[in-house]
């Protein structure tokens, strides 16, 4: 199988996700909250009221008028005050009109708005009662410019209405077309653009009918801004080239320098990167020319945005730093903020999520220090993105919720229905299609509601994607058909070019000859617009096609075409994934060699990508590092493939190792060694033999191989084999295999439906009686499906096992193999494995090793806790309804028990609150919970894992949870050198990648080398006898304290303990459940 852009959950929605937050960047007018170019804003001298009079002849008048243009404000309204002073003495009610006026203009330019209206007040009471409309007029356009300008729109709109009517009522037919422009721009303002749209054109009907060539240029220009901020890009374009041509009629070289501008950011946000090209680069050659390096700054980052979007990155780059550098040169926060946001999406584009993270978060602080909440909304957003990419998916929830708190206060629905696309988007990378649908469907409405058809094409196609991931492929294509007329509508070439590559996938599913001419056709619009990252995925799923067709020599010329133009473009995740497909193609066709180049050079991508995660605290870091292998994994799994079949089974063991709980080993190193990621190698063979000789163990690693299940025309991908590496303590290492396909093919069982199934045939259930999910293995019982396992995964191993059932055998299992019962399974002589070998687990090999540094002295127990049946908390349930969990009065029973054997006092009922807990943790030797244990059905979080104790606060929600979260922290440390988790399912969790998420990885994480855990809640009964066995053997096999002779007690106490408790209770479920984790002294 190969990798493709759309394979991983959340990257399926990622041109979704992006397109409303500038996929091809960050538009300005979104960013800097800017509604309009310098151009427009210079133009709104003619909107301040006029100060002459019938006494022209009056110097003081003339003086104070003068004064003001030239910008001395102050000496201004020192005139301005005598004048009126004067009048006030001559009773010249004409004069003190004039000066009222003058004094509320100077103060209003002086942003001194309160006494600006002041002064405007007082001349309406006099203008009003001398009834001169004329007067009236250009008074209620000053209050309604000056309301305005203060941010009191609510003001400003009915003092403009007021104008317009005085304005009409004299037939001032330019002042009524300024009056009907400058509320136009009002509403558009207040961001209501259908309004805005209705004032625009009704002002550009009267400039037209008095042919005023440059105030038909401002009005075309509002009415471009405001189809733009609708979507609506094609008449936003068309209103911006009118505009164009009147500017240059009057020779205006900033209003075509500015009008450039906006053309070239909407061709941008219109997904047409070449054409905005083709209008930025003039506008900032103008710009400089003009010595405006405002508008130089502002225009640079809108040509890195755009040249990004064109895959020539290079050139990005270096327009992106220069319009940063001299946005702080000339300290203009506003576009320095926007230049941040964009540097954070170039480099999240092309697989630099931590530096994108430092941009973000430096832009968030800026736009909050400066107030600019359309910024605030914007960087949250795109940190939401920024987390959704990560895995980190309830963080993207928080900052997306944040983005549209925001966008509620702007007002701005346009913005608030990107944003409950891009939690649909989310909602949709965590599984939960139904509140993904919900999500898309609102903004479906709203956009429609607002007119704004790119939101509903957005969504659309989002929607499409969602019913092709749950199957539903019909209505898959349909939605992608709807997305589709909507992006040719609109002229939009890219969102064109990923709808038809959606199409494609869709049809994929159904018949793969007919999804062929949908990539073909993405792919030549891709490189009609010159798209490199578009062309490059188009040409990728065609190669797909090919290698799903068995034509592997056609699918690796496209796959290294691909690795050409991610090299070219610098975009290092689909570098990764080209060179994996390329070396999965090289695979096929037998050229070993080639195929290995390729992969290794593909997880040294992923390794660099990794690494550049330690700059995060080590919790972050953690999660960070699971989610970016999540999608990483298959090269690790395709290289031993490539190493095996070139007769190198040692080195593919080699690669196994480094590809096992990385996370976890480097989370290990460096809260307790200090050492960071690039300190930690993978270890080689000989390593591996020296852990194997420190344990005197035998180590059993297992790889699971997926590869295509049929031999007939239309793949069917899965696990194929199951890789085997046996490391005996005298350093021989054997490599078997096991072909599972047949499973497949004769029974149409996948290895994990055998899995699930002896769970569900032993009885397993929690301690409540909720069984596990049922699966379909017919016509075998539990015994049929623990022999079946043993065939597989044993049988081919037998005789490399030691023949002393007390030597340690440490099985390190990869995926769902970890939630095997391994000391339940049985030879053909019914025999049990837990009857023939001592066993362990451990995550990898590696990490086995790292447990040897921890601690080496056998602790004493008179430091235990032992924690059971605590005063239960309320929690919050995957639907989101709480309820207090039961009572579990038969771990109270079994604490009391625990507790006389290691001679100390359980901590029962409220005794066990959380906070009494956590202060003995720290100098405990041997710790005991016999309580719940949660995994996964906590609401909504990221990580699954929680160990219930007596909350502080009763009715607090989720209060006296121990969580994963909590154990992770750099903080948490433990000196224990036992931990047992008595409690349901506490050795199964989320699968990943990196190993099995959950409470004993938190706890190795946390410093203790060895864990018991069980696959799920035995009976009361049972447990409890068990764990008293368990503890007995432990204090008589342990060696004196303080040394360490037998390297194996803690793992022979638990096989002691579980063959007694078998004698009692011969099913698998009540005995088989627990399994130690980590070392066995």
């Given at each position: 199988m190969v990798v493709n852009s759309q394979t991983n959950s959340v990257a399926q929605l990622s041109h979704r996700i992006v397109a409303g937050l500038g996929a091809v960047l960050v538009p300005l007018s979104i960013v800097g909250g800017v509604l309009s170019p310098v151009y427009v804003?210079?133009?709104?001298?003619?909107?301040?009221p006029r100060t002459q009079s019938s006494q022209p002849e009056n110097p003081f008048i003339q003086q104070a008028e003068k004064l003001q243009s030239e910008g001395k404000l102050k000496d201004a309204i020192a005139l301005w005050q005598q004048v009126l002073q004067q009048a006030q003495t001559t009773h010249d009610r004409s004069t003190q009109k004039i000066a009222l006026l003058g004094l509320g203009n100077a103060h209003k330019e002086l942003k001194e708005y309160p006494l600006a209206l002041s002064y405007y007040d007082r001349a309406k009471s006099l203008m009003e009662a001398d009834s001169n409309p004329e007067e009236l007029g250009r008074l209620w356009a000053a209050l309604g410019f000056t309301y305005r300008d203060a941010g009191q729109l609510d003001q400003a709109l009915p003092a403009l209405q007021k104008s317009l009517g005085f304005k009409q009522q004299v037939r001032d037919r330019l002042g009524e077309g300024v009056i009907l422009r400058s509320i136009g721009r009002l509403y558009e303002q207040r961001r209501n653009y259908q309004d805005a749209i209705a004032y625009y054109q009704r002002s550009l009907d009267v400039f037209v009918a008095l042919k005023d060539l440059k105030w038909q240029g401002f009005a075309w220009n509002g009415l471009g801004r405001s189809y733009s901020a609708m979507g609506q890009h094609n008449p936003a374009i068309e209103a911006f080239q009118k505009s164009l041509q009147l500017v240059r009629q009057q020779k205006d070289?900033?209003?075509?320098?500015d009008i450039l501008t906006s053309i070239g950011m909407t061709f941008n946000e219109a997904g047409q990167p070449a054409k905005a090209v083709e209008y930025l680069q003039p506008a900032v050659v103008l710009h400089r020319s003009l010595k405006s390096r405002v508008e130089e700054a502002r225009v640079l980052v809108q040509l890195g945005s755009a040249n990004h979007s064109l895959g020539k990155n290079e050139i990005a780059i270096e327009q992106l730093n220069r319009g940063l550098a001299l946005s702080e040169e000339i300290g203009n926060s506003a576009i320095r903020v926007n230049a941040l946001t964009n540097l954070g999406i170039f480099y999240l584009n092309t697989g630099n999520p931590q530096k994108a993270l430092t941009l973000f978060e430096t832009g968030l602080q800026e736009a909050k220090k400066q107030k600019n909440l359309a910024q605030e909304q914007n960087l949250m957003s795109q940190l939401g993105v920024l987390y959704s990419q990560?895995?980190?998916?309830?963080?993207?929830?928080?900052?997306?919720?944040?983005?549209?708190?925001?966008?509620?206060?702007?007002?701005?629905?346009?913005?608030?229905?990107?944003?409950?696309?891009?939690?649909?988007?989310?909602y949709y990378g965590?599984?939960?299609?139904?509140?993904?649908l919900e999500h898309h469907f609102q903004s479906l409405e709203l956009a429609r509601k607002l007119g704004n058809r790119q939101i509903e094409g957005v969504n659309l196609g989002s929607i499409g994607i969602i019913y092709r991931a749950t199957g539903n492929y019909e209505k898959a294509i349909q939605y992608a058909e709807d997305c589709l007329k909507i992006a040719r509508e609109l002229n939009n070439p890219i969102e064109e070019t990923t709808t038809l590559l959606d199409l494609g996938l869709a049809y994929r599913r159904v018949d793969l000859a007919k999804s062929t001419p949908y990539f073909q056709q993405a792919l030549e619009l891709a490189?009609?617009?010159?798209?490199?990252?578009?062309?490059?995925?188009?040409?990728?799923?065609?190669?797909?096609?090919?290698f799903d067709q068995r034509n592997y020599q056609q699918a690796a010329i496209l796959f290294q075409k691909s690795v050409e133009i991610a090299v070219k473009t610098r975009d290092l995740r689909e570098q990764g994934v080209a060179l994996t497909n390329l070396g999965h193609s090289l695979f096929r066709l037998k050229q070993y060699p080639a195929a290995e180049k390729a992969l290794q050079d593909s997880i040294a991508i992923w390794e660099i990508q990794r690494a550049e995660l330690n700059r995060t605290d080590s919790k972050s870091s953690d999660r960070y590092k699971i989610s970016l292998f999540e999608r990483q994994r298959i090269s690790y799994r395709l290289l031993q493939q490539v190493l095996v079949a070139d007769q190198r089974p040692e080195m593919a063991l080699e690669t196994a190792e480094r590809g096992r709980a990385r996370a976890l080993i480097e989370l290990v190193a460096r809260k307790h060694q200090g050492k960071n990621a690039l300190e930690i190698a993978p270890p080689t063979i000989e390593q591996m033999k020296q852990t194997a000789k420190a344990l005197n163990a035998t180590l059993v690693s297992y790889s699971l191989i997926s590869d295509d299940l049929n031999d007939g025309p239309k793949p069917e991908y899965g696990d194929a084999y199951v890789y085997i590496w046996v490391v005996s303590p005298e350093g021989v290492v054997t490599f078997r295999q096991s072909d599972i396909r047949p499973l497949w093919q004769n029974e149409k069982l996948k290895l994990n439906d055998l899995v699930l199934g002896s769970r569900q045939l032993l009885g397993a259930r929690g301690?409540?009686?909720?069984?596990?999910?049922?699966?379909?293995?017919?016509?075998?019982?539990?015994?049929?499906?623990?022999?079946a396992l043993h065939q597989i995964l044993i049988k081919p191993i037998q005789a490399q096992l030691p023949e002393d059932e007390n030597a340690s055998v440490i099985i390190i299992p990869q995926g769902f193999l970890f939630t095997i019962p391994f000391a339940a399974l049985q030879d053909e002589q019914d025999r049990s494995l837990i009857e023939k070998?001592?066993?362990?687990?451990a995550p990898s090999i590696q990490a086995l090793d790292l447990t040897l540094a921890l601690k080496k002295s056998v602790p004493s127990t008179t430091n235990a806790i032992v924690v059971g049946n605590p005063a239960m908390p309320k929690v919050q349930v995957a639907d989101g309804t709480t309820e207090v969990l039961d009572s579990l009065p038969g771990a109270e029973a079994e604490a009391k028990a625990i507790a006389q054997v290691l001679n100390t006092q359980p901590l029962i009922g409220a005794q066990a609150r959380k906070s009494e807990v956590l202060k003995r943790l720290p100098k405990a030797s041997i710790i005991h919970f016999a309580t719940h244990g949660l995994l996964d059905d906590l609401?909504?979080?990221?990580?699954?894992?929680?160990?219930a104790l007596a909350p502080d606060q009763p009715q607090q929600v989720n209060d006296g949870l121990l969580t994963t979260d909590e154990m992770l922290n750099e903080n948490f440390s433990l000196s224990a050198d036992l931990v047992v988790l008595s409690a349901c399912d506490t050795g199964r969790g989320r699968i990943t990648g990196d190993g099995v998420v959950g409470l004993s990885r938190s706890l190795i994480a946390a410093g203790v080398p060895s864990v018991v855990v069980s696959l799920w809640a035995v009976s009361d009964n049972s447990t409890s006898d068990l764990m008293r066995s368990f503890y007995r053997n432990l204090q008589s096999l342990k060696p004196t304290p303080g040394t360490v002779t037998n390297l194996n007690y803690k793992a022979q106490a638990l096989r002691r303990a579980m063959l007694e408790t078998k004698q009692k209770y011969p099913a698998p479920y009540h005995w088989a459940a627990f399994t130690l984790v980590g070392r066995g002294f």
């Open positions: 804003s210079g133009s709104l001298a003619a909107e301040t070289v900033q209003g075509e320098a990560l895995g980190e998916h309830l963080k993207a929830i928080e900052y997306m919720q944040g983005s549209r708190e925001r966008a509620k206060q702007l007002g701005d629905q346009s913005v608030e229905a990107l944003e409950l696309n891009n939690l649909g988007t989310i965590l599984g939960q299609y139904r509140l993904a490189e009609k617009i010159n798209h490199i990252g578009l062309a490059g995925k188009a040409r990728g799923n065609l190669a797909t096609n090919y301690r409540s009686g909720i069984k596990v999910v049922a699966v379909n293995t017919p016509e075998r019982d539990s015994e049929d499906v623990l022999k070998h001592t066993l362990l687990t609401y909504q979080r990221e990580f699954p894992g929680a160990i």
